[in-house]
């Protein structure tokens, strides 16, 4: 019988903590005694190689066609379909490349656990930081008197690996007239005010009952005597009356020598002749013949990691004893010494940052609240709907004074407004840290922080939560296809080197924006980007991500180029593979680690497989925006006379994508007019009309006419995703403009103005129609159900009729022209009943149809290619929802 100890790595799950509930690991030494263990030895074979087993290739790839989606599109371009297989096996090798350096590809999306500031069971905060350009790490703030030399990263504390990942201690501060722990490794559990440890056993006493208690008995035989097993093979060679001291042993001899020697001593013995000299043959040490029986018990057995947990302490016990070593709320930055010289940055990984600082240098803040103040999640995530109905919301402008407003403020007064109006998401743009407000959160600086200019990152999670409990998921805008340019600040020449994070000369430069384009083959930049994403789930619940500008990132050109349609413009020398093989990972890991996550393309180019699955030779997104219906909207407002617009032009850009049109997110108008200055419709509309005289005249009713009818249209002859910019549904009649320079930092034009709907007038009805639309799907679910056939599209009289299901849409888009009885065709015979009419005077309208007009009966005659028709009345400039009541047999 012998014994082996083994040290193990070991995840110990413990309590969360304020900072993260992540898991820690500890390295242990655990000793197991080994019983009727033996290795066999056979001539000339060699030991099997000490590394994963590679899997058959074909099961790999089974159920895999890098190519699937072209033949379901009927896309032939072999081109593109070369392109696509030449595109997996990149994806495969760069998996390959990525499992050489971690565990899994939840590791590789985890770096949160370890990178930045984390607070350690053992009365400490570890510091991880990438920055393989610097010589020098330190962390500075104002606990430390912003010393560089006080808490750096140094021989004995890792300091810092081949990769550039530098780590620093900090050591919380033992107070004065306390001991050190009586135990090196003691544990703290920052959560309890109590825990095990505080019941007065000692260290002792537990390893003790440990050892009482965990060895069956005999096991602990070689435990408690760890030298009898070399005393025995000491008295084996010397005899029991061997050399006892140096002095005593005599020079040994040539080994074989003494062996012979031996061996003509013990001829007589029947049994020497087993005792052999090595013959040079090799050992197989890997085929153990071991006791079946002792074998189950060995697995069996699991590490005393119980017996641990039980000299753990409490957060009383710890703040009695030690002072934290960068308090809850300090500011601090990381100082690198590079070739350049010295650098003070913000970290990349930091969770708060305060980025202006009034004028000056901005720095981190580490959150680290107790926890009576740490925010407790209340509500559970909310299910998926089959079809969205998304809210656009910017926090800073969502108030009414002109200010930026806060979470707090957002989460008491415009949630509730979400829920009433009946949207079922919210999806927030400029949540992320960035240093310029006017930027409206695009360009980030600070990936991993909640802006603090709104709250701190308790408030977010609050807000987040309690749209959760109104059943609203919360998306965030992402913007991972470019990053601010900001060096103080940003990650631009983060560790002194400009390609630590992106892209060297003119490809690490936005071509028009100015801002630095990433670097999408390094695994350092996939595991900073990977991990944010994972980051934003995991931390803050977020239930999506709409990845934002996703051509800036998927061609060399930014997307600032001209696309004619044809298929090369999709593999070309322009085209970043790099960046799209991102965006596949991205999705392939988001939907394993988070199945209920939803990912919407922002991508203006359109590219194919945008929504098909990964394993078809798509990017795997749920959701594709497509952002020509709100161009197109705009083009007509500004620049086509309403007897002019073209109905065939309205519906090819809506709908003429034959790609995954269920899949399509439409909005009329989002957020654009905020950042590139245009109009808002409401503004092109009513002008100053509204304002001027509130009373309805020509112009107020044009206004309102086709304020409905473009959403209306908008939101029923797309997919399943339709999305609304904030104020917009009620007519904001103002643009949005963030405070800058050119209008003297103004907020004036940077809020919403909600008191408008306290007043009786086009905004309350306008806002009446918006919620009688959002109920089209909440209670008939016409949207998620049925896809629309699109059947009668005419320019001349300016009419457009398709059916979803049992449900008859109908629009008269005609300036002055109204039509007593207007025959479209429907599949079904039966009573069509109006279920929503953008002319009813409650949605300020003129009321031309009377309730009793509301009920149509079909006829048997073949119109449209239908086998019925139906006759209803259509005034100008009006649209009809019918549902069909009833159905007659025929």
């Given at each position: 019988m012998t014994s082996s100890s083994l040290s193990l790595l070991t995840l110990i799950p413990l309590p969360p903590t304020p900072d993260s509930s992540r898991n820690i690991t500890l390295r242990r030494s655990v000793y197991f005694p080994v019983n009727k263990w033996r290795c066999s030895a056979s001539s000339g074979q060699q030991p099997p190689p000490k590394h994963r087993q590679s899997k058959n290739p074909e099961s790999v790839d089974k159920g895999i066609d890098p190519v699937g989606f072209l033949s379901k599109h009927g896309i032939t371009d072999k081109g593109f379909a070369l392109y696509l297989r030449e595109r997996y096996k990149s994806l495969k090798d760069l998996k390959d490349e990525i499992l050489k350096r971690h565990i899994d590809f939840r590791d590789m999306a985890s770096g949160y656990e370890l990178l930045g500031m984390h607070r350690n069971v053992q009365h400490r905060v570890d510091f991880m930081e990438w920055a393989p350009g610097a010589r020098y790490c330190a962390i500075i703030g104002d606990f430390n008197d912003w010393s560089p030399t006080e808490n750096c990263a140094r021989e004995g504390h890792y300091g810092h690996d081949d990769y550039g990942y530098w780590f620093v201690i900090l050591e919380d501060k033992l107070r004065d007239g306390e001991e050190p722990d009586e135990l090196y490794f003691q544990q703290y559990n920052y959560v309890d005010d109590y825990d095990k440890g505080d019941s007065g056993v000692t260290a002792d006493e537990v390893f003790q009952k440990a050892n009482d208690e965990y060895w069956e008995p005999g096991e602990d035989r070689f435990v408690k005597s760890r030298f009898e097993i070399i005393a025995k093979l000491y008295e084996q060679i010397f005899g029991p009356s061997g050399p006892q001291t140096e002095e005593e042993l005599e020079e040994m001899q040539n080994a074989e020598i003494d062996f012979k020697t031996w061996k003509e001593q013990n001829k007589d013995d029947p049994f020497s002749h087993l005792h052999v000299m090595d013959s040079g043959k090799e050992y197989d040490i890997f085929n153990v013949v071991n006791d079946p029986v002792s074998r189950a018990k060995f697995r069996a057995k699991k590490p005393p990691i119980a017996y641990w947990f039980e000299t753990r302490k409490g957060r009383k016990a710890w703040l009695k004893k030690y002072a934290p070593a960068i308090p809850h709320g300090s500011k601090y930055r990381v100082y690198f010494n590079t070739p350049n010289g010295p650098l003070e940055r913000i970290p990349a990984w930091a969770t708060y940052v305060n980025p202006e600082a009034d004028g000056n240098q901005g720095y981190a803040i580490h959150w680290e609240p107790p926890p009576e103040n740490a925010y407790k999640w209340k509500h559970n995530t909310p299910k998926v709907p089959k079809s969205l109905r998304i809210y656009e919301a910017h926090i800073g402008i969502s108030g009414s004074e002109p200010k930026i407003a806060s979470f707090n403020e957002f989460t008491e007064k415009v949630l509730p407004y979400v829920k009433e109006a009946g949207y079922n998401a919210v999806q927030l743009i400029g949540v992320v840290e960035h240093k310029d407000y006017f930027t409206v959160g695009y360009r980030v600086t600070n990936m991993f922080a909640v802006s603090s200019r709104y709250g701190t990152p308790e408030d977010f999670k609050r807000l987040v939560d309690a749209a959760h409990g109104l059943g609203l998921l919360v998306f965030m805008d992402i913007v991972h296809s470019y990053s601010a340019a900001d060096e103080m600040v940003g990650l631009s020449l983060f560790d002194g080197s400009n390609d630590c994070y992106f892209h060297t000369g003119k490809r690490g430069q936005h071509k028009f924006w100015g801002t630095r384009m990433f670097k999408y083959e390094d695994l350092d930049v996939l595991h900073y980007l990977l991990s944010n994403l994972n980051w934003w789930v995991v931390e803050y619940h977020v239930d999506g991500f709409n990845f934002h500008s996703l051509a800036s990132m998927m061609y060399t050109?930014?997307?600032?180029?001209?696309?004619?349609?044809?298929?090369?413009?999709?593999?070309?020398?322009?085209?970043?593979?790099?960046?799209?093989?991102?965006?596949?990972?991205?999705?392939?890991?988001?939907?394993?680690?988070?199945?209920?996550?939803?990912?919407?393309?922002?991508?203006?180019?359109?590219?194919?497989?945008?929504?098909?699955?990964?394993?078809?030779?798509?990017?795997?997104?749920?959701?594709?925006?497509?952002?020509?219906?709100?161009e197109m909207w705009l083009w007509f407002l500004e620049n086509v006379q309403d007897s002019s617009w073209s109905m065939s032009k309205i519906v090819d850009t809506l709908v003429g994508i034959s790609r995954r049109s269920d899949k399509m997110l439409l909005y009329a108008e989002n957020h654009n007019q905020s950042i590139s200055g245009e109009r808002s419709f409401a503004e092109i509309l009513y002008g100053q009309t509204l304002e001027q005289s509130p009373v309805m005249n020509d112009s107020l009713l044009r206004g309102c006419s086709l304020h409905k009818m473009i959403r209306l249209l908008t939101y029923s002859i797309g997919g399943r995703a339709y999305l609304n910019f904030m104020g917009n549904e009620y007519g904001h009649p103002k643009r949005v403009e963030f405070p800058m320079s050119s209008n003297g930092f103004s907020f004036s034009l940077a809020n919403r103005d909600w008191d408008l709907l306290a007043k009786e007038g086009i905004h309350q009805n306008?806002?009446?129609?918006?919620?009688?639309?959002?109920?089209?799907?909440?209670?008939?679910?016409?949207?998620?159900?049925?896809?629309p056939n699109i059947h009668h599209v005419n320019d001349t009289n300016m009419v457009i009729s398709f059916l979803r299901g049992p449900f008859l849409f109908i629009f008269n888009f005609h300036p002055t022209s109204s039509y007593e009885k207007y025959s479209v065709g429907v599949e079904e015979a039966g009573e069509y009943q109006v279920i929503l009419n953008t002319d009813e005077i409650k949605y300020s309208g003129q009321g031309s149809i009377g309730p009793d007009q509301y009920f149509r009966k079909t006829m048997s005659r073949r119109v449209d290619g239908m086998r019925n028709c139906v006759e209803v009345p259509l005034p100008s400039r009006s649209a009809q929802v019918y549902k069909l009541t009833r159905i007659l047999r025929v």
């Open positions: 050109h930014n997307g600032f180029a001209s696309f004619t349609g044809d298929m090369e413009e999709f593999y070309n020398q322009y085209v970043d593979r790099s960046a799209i093989l991102y965006l596949i990972l991205a999705n392939e890991i988001l939907h394993t680690l988070h199945p209920n996550i939803i990912t919407i393309a922002e991508d203006a180019t359109l590219y194919p497989g945008l929504c098909e699955s990964t394993s078809q030779g798509g990017l795997g997104f749920d959701y594709f925006v497509n952002p020509r219906a709100s306008l806002l009446s129609f918006d919620k009688d639309m959002m109920d089209l799907e909440k209670s008939e679910r016409v949207i998620s159900r049925w896809l």
